[in-house]
C-alpha cells in the first residue's frame, strides 16, 4: 500500500496545520499541501516532525481553486503511474485525526477496491468494527486507485460544498462500497462554530460567510437535479431542512448579518433551479 495524500489549505493557521498533519504524515508516502491561499513555507518547518519536510511537496497557486480541481490534481498524479501509489487520501486543514495508524491497519487488512472514510466526530456508535455506508465526506476518505478510475472526476462545478455527496453517488453507480471504520476517529469542523444566546440558553451555529451559502445552496439544488435516483425522499429533507429553509431561520435567530446570508441562500436556491452552473456569484 502506497498512499499520495492531499490537504487543501486555505489561509490556515500554521501551527495547527503541522499539528493535524504531524497525525498522519508518518504513514503517507508523500503528501501535497494545496495553497488555496499564500502560505509561507518556512514557516511550516518549527513546527514539523523528522518525517514531514521529507515528504511534503507544496502545489497550487495561491488562488482560491476551491476542493475538486485540487483533488483532481492528486488523482491524475496517482494515476500517472510514475511513483506507484496505490491509494489517495484526501484531507481538510482542520481535520484532527485520533489515531490514522489504525484505520491503515484496517484498510490493508480489507484489501480491496473500495472507498474508506472514518467514523468523524463519533457520529456512529456501533459495536461492529465497519459499516456500509451510502455517503463520506472528502476529509479522510481513501480512494483505492481502481476506485478513482471507475469514479472519474471530482465534479469541479461543484468546486467545494456537495463534491463528497457527488463521489459518494458516482461510487455507488459504479457499485463501489464506501466502509466506514467505525474505531477510527477524526475530529471535523464544519464552517466556522458560533456560540449565540437564543431567550438565555447557549446555541451553538456552523457560520458560513454569505458567497459559501450561495454556493452550498445551490449545490444541493444541483446535486437533486444530476442524481434523481440517489436524492431520496429523506436526503431532500435534509437539503431543504438543513442547507436551504432551515438554516435560513437559524441565521434569523442567531447570526449576524442576517439580510445578505439570507439573501444569498435564496438566491443559489433559485440559481439551481435555473441549471445556473457558473463560478459567479
Same mark, same amino acid.
Given at each position: 500500500?502506497?498512499?499520495?495524500?492531499?490537504?487543501?489549505?486555505?489561509?490556515?493557521?500554521?501551527?495547527? *496545520?503541522?499539528?493535524?498533519?504531524?497525525?498522519?504524515?508518518?504513514?503517507?508516502?508523500?503528501?501535497?499541501?494545496?495553497?488555496?491561499?499564500?502560505? @509561507?513555507?518556512?514557516?511550516?518547518?518549527?513546527? !514539523?516532525?523528522?518525517?514531514?519536510?521529507?515528504?511534503?511537496?507544496?502545489?497550487?497557486?495561491?488562488?482560491?481553486?476551491?476542493? !475538486?480541481?485540487? *483533488?483532481?490534481?492528486?488523482?491524475?498524479?496517482?494515476?500517472?503511474?510514475?511513483?506507484?501509489?496505490?491509494?489517495? =487520501?484526501?484531507?481538510?486543514?482542520?481535520?484532527?485525526?485520533?489515531?490514522?495508524?489504525?484505520?491503515?491497519?484496517?484498510?490493508?487488512?480489507?484489501?480491496?477496491?473500495?472507498?474508506?472514510?472514518?467514523?468523524?466526530?463519533?457520529?456512529?456508535?456501533?459495536?461492529?468494527?465497519?459499516?456500509?455506508?451510502?455517503?463520506?465526506?472528502?476529509? &479522510?476518505?481513501?480512494?483505492?486507485?481502481?476506485? =478513482?478510475?471507475?469514479? &472519474?472526476?471530482?465534479?469541479?462545478?461543484?468546486?467545494?460544498?456537495?463534491?463528497?455527496?457527488?463521489?459518494?453517488?458516482?461510487?455507488?453507480?459504479?457499485?463501489?462500497?464506501? @466502509?466506514?471504520?467505525?474505531?477510527?476517529?477524526?475530529?471535523?469542523?464544519? &464552517?466556522?462554530?458560533?456560540?449565540?444566546?437564543?431567550?438565555?440558553?447557549?446555541?451553538?451555529?456552523?457560520?458560513?460567510?454569505?458567497?459559501?451559502?450561495?454556493? *452550498?445552496?445551490?449545490?444541493?439544488?444541483?446535486?437533486?437535479?444530476?442524481?434523481?435516483?440517489?436524492?431520496?425522499?429523506?436526503?431532500?429533507?435534509?437539503?431543504?431542512?438543513?442547507?436551504?429553509?432551515?438554516?435560513?431561520?437559524?441565521?434569523?435567530?442567531?447570526?449576524?448579518?442576517?439580510?445578505?446570508?439570507?439573501?444569498?441562500?435564496? *438566491? &443559489?436556491?433559485?440559481?439551481?433551479?435555473?441549471?445556473?452552473?457558473?463560478?459567479?456569484?
Amino acid at each position: 500500500m502506497k498512499i499520495l495524500g492531499i490537504v487543501v489549505c486555505y489561509y490556515p493557521n500554521v501551527e495547527e *496545520l503541522c499539528y493535524n498533519i504531524n497525525q498522519y504524515v508518518d504513514y503517507v508516502d508523500k503528501l501535497i499541501i494545496w495553497k488555496n491561499s499564500p502560505i @509561507i513555507e518556512s514557516e511550516i518547518s518549527p513546527f !514539523a516532525n523528522n518525517n514531514f519536510n521529507s515528504k511534503i511537496i507544496f502545489m497550487g497557486n495561491e488562488d482560491n481553486e476551491g476542493i !475538486a480541481h485540487p *483533488l483532481n490534481i492528486a488523482r491524475e498524479m496517482l494515476l500517472s503511474g510514475n511513483e506507484k501509489f496505490t491509494h489517495l =487520501l484526501t484531507m481538510d486543514q482542520d481535520s484532527i485525526w485520533e489515531n490514522f495508524e489504525y484505520y491503515k491497519e484496517q484498510i490493508l487488512e480489507f484489501n480491496q477496491d473500495l472507498i474508506f472514510s472514518p467514523n468523524i466526530n463519533r457520529e456512529l456508535n456501533s459495536v461492529n468494527p465497519f459499516t456500509i455506508v451510502n455517503m463520506c465526506i472528502t476529509s &479522510g476518505a481513501v480512494f483505492s486507485k481502481y476506485t =478513482l478510475i471507475k469514479i &472519474g472526476l471530482f465534479n469541479e462545478t461543484y468546486s467545494v460544498d456537495c463534491v463528497d455527496y457527488a463521489f459518494s453517488f458516482e461510487a455507488k453507480k459504479n457499485s463501489i462500497n464506501i @466502509i466506514k471504520i467505525n474505531c477510527a476517529s477524526m475530529k471535523q469542523n464544519y &464552517g466556522v462554530l458560533v456560540n449565540s444566546k437564543f431567550f438565555g440558553f447557549n446555541i451553538q451555529n456552523n457560520s458560513y460567510s454569505a458567497k459559501r451559502l450561495y454556493f *452550498l445552496a445551490r449545490n444541493c439544488i444541483l446535486l437533486w437535479r444530476d442524481y434523481p435516483k440517489e436524492v431520496d425522499a429523506d436526503f431532500k429533507k435534509i437539503i431543504l431542512k438543513s442547507y436551504i429553509f432551515g438554516k435560513a431561520v437559524k441565521i434569523l435567530l442567531l447570526e449576524k448579518d442576517k439580510f445578505s446570508k439570507i439573501f444569498s441562500i435564496f *438566491l &443559489g436556491f433559485f440559481a439551481g433551479i435555473v441549471n445556473n452552473r457558473t463560478k459567479r456569484y
